[in-house]
């Protein structure tokens, strides 16, 4: 099936250059983390969640696959039974493009929700030739949400509010954070039950940890206290340099139990997939960040009856 990307003009040489890079991808990663079946796997159903979990994906830092770690962990959920709301919180809108989702600035999106107490059911919208997988979209006009905000009553809560609202049923939402601190992603954390913080397997990603840490223990001191931080994900994994391994250690030996068993390679199909409108499961779901968000999204999914 020949599919034609939003950016045309891929000579065949360039495609067969990807096609290279693709093949070299780390497979040490896979052999480490596949759980004993095929991705998507034989089970038929992945257990469900006793009530709907609400994760807020987040991160300040910006590049370390927060949409890209929402978008495939949705719909790996959605593929296996789960019924999933991606809330796009972050102004640049790419997990609605990512979603196939409409986010011009015409179109009702979160930040009406937030500033002008539209309904969630308003905005929501189902994602093409997925079923049980939902988008709430972001438009540009979210990036004047923050100054907006800052005026209104119980400004923090206001997502947690119109979440509660929403009546549809759903075992998973899953909000995808702005690379920032401020109101947007304060109004996620209070949203939420659990956090969780994909982390790039470089040096620079885990500066800004202990200010996120932080502030998810603010959070939970005074506006949230069933917050939590359940999942780390490490992303951008590449098996060939030490520099990866050597954080992942660190990572584990700090949070335990809370890391994923699965890493996340660097892979060219997940750069390409939101090109064309879809999730990495379904552009390419042989590819190495197919399988392992697959697994990942499994280990999460296990999780649950913990929950």
Known sequence: MTQTPLNPGDSPLVREALSSVVSRETSATQAATQAGDTPGGAESTWPRPPKCRVI??????????????????????????????????DPQGNASTALATEHRGDVPDVYQVLVDDLPMADIVKQ??????????????????????????????????????????????IIIDCPPSLGLLTVNALVAAEEVMIPIQCEYYALEGLGQLL?????IKAHLNPTLRLSTIVLTMYDGRTRLASQVAEEVRAHFGDTVLNTVIPRSVR?????SYGQSVMTYDPGSSGAMAYMDAAREIAHRAATV
């Open 127 to 172: 994602v093409p030739d997925m079923p049980g997988l939902y988008c709430a979209p972001a438009t540009i006009d979210l990036a004047g949400a923050e100054i907006e905000l800052v005026s209104l009553v119980a400004r923090e809560a206001r997502l947690r509010r119109a979440l509660s609202a929403y009546e549809a049923e759903l075992d998973y």
């Open 214 to 218: 932080r502030n998810v223990d603010l």
């Open 56 to 89: 807020a994906v987040a991160n300040q830092k910006g590049g370390v696959g927060k949409t890209t770690t929402s978008v495939n962990i949705a719909a790996a959920l959605s593929m296996n039974g789960q019924r999933v709301l991606v809330v796009d919180l």
């Open 270 to 274: 997940l750069s390409e997939a939101p």
